[in-house]
């Protein structure tokens, strides 16, 4: 939204919180949620979509079916497959079991997850060495998805920086855009952020 | 393809023949994968929207940003959510590692997997009551993102009809389609279809 520079305002929402009225108000529990109009859009690449064919200042889709193909393959690629296999994982053994007093962390489940962030990285380099950003000359929407993600795991000090060179300068670009500064103030309470997580020269 | 009258050469790949050509030419392991005068599409997502944009007959995706709002959401829901939590288990426990023979099926995953079938169909429901398709009164990209799952899980007999006639009456008007012909025609070696997977009427 900033990126498109969209006004806005953020509302925290818990998916483990039933009774929030943003999920009385739809059918499933998906999160984010865009509310603009009274319209109600859910789902991350429904509402990239949908703002992408709103709001025609600051594309971040591409200019051309052509130029889009690697866009929408590489941000689909971090909202679910990233996610699946790294994101959720940690996400729900560190911070959700926390919240929800429901379990223990496991710790091998988070090793699992620790050990499937290499090919990822191994994805970004390959992408990175080709051009400036994941998907074209320019930030596109494939770097705001893969930037999320690893921006989540950098606050648990859970990114192997050391791993990749590329992919280490490409998210100090991203940390520097006035759209990331509000991010690296965010905090979670209960868990401190890792040492260089806000430092624009980790 | 068919239901955009798009000719087109289909080819069977498997995800654990890592030797096919097809795979060598690209950074990951992706299916399914377009290939459209040389440029190559991976992404189930990136390709709907490319046919999308480069055929403009038979729109699959809707008419409006308003209209393709739904349409992305359930599409993506079906593509991620219920293929990540019903369809991937079933299919690996059953089919994958029968033919890399790398482990016995797990008889709790696959009851796990057909448990969370339950919550899919109930959401199906909700749709289909209030118009004619899932996500418009037309059938759009949605409908076919769901019966391709469902059509998987109903070869191997794994759909429990029986729990919402909503979601039933709607799976047998698209089997009537000339474009899922071909798809109630397929076999996979090994494995016979359940009695009722072909059978219009059942």
Known sequence: LQEKSIDHQLTECNLWDKSNKIFTA?????????????????DVGAISEYLEETYYLHPLIG??????????????????????????????????????????????????????????????????????WLAAEKLTLADIAAASQLSVLDYLGDVPWDYSHHVREWYAIIKSRPSFRAILNDYIPGFNPSNHYANLDF
């Open 63 to 132: 200019a051309s079916p052509l130029a889009r193909i690697d866009v929408r393959r590489i941000a689909n690629w971090f909202n679910t497959k990233f996610y699946a296999e790294v994101t959720q994982l940690i996400l729900h053994e560190k911070i959700v079991s926390y919240f929800t007093k429901t379990k223990e962390p496991s710790s091998s489940l988070i090793r699992v997850a620790k050990q499937n962030i290499y090919p990822h990285l191994d994805y970004m380099t390959h992408w990175i060495k080709q051009r400036k």
């Open 26 to 42: 739809d059918v499933a529990l998906e999160l984010p949620i865009l509310i603009k109009d009274k319209i109600l859009v859910a």
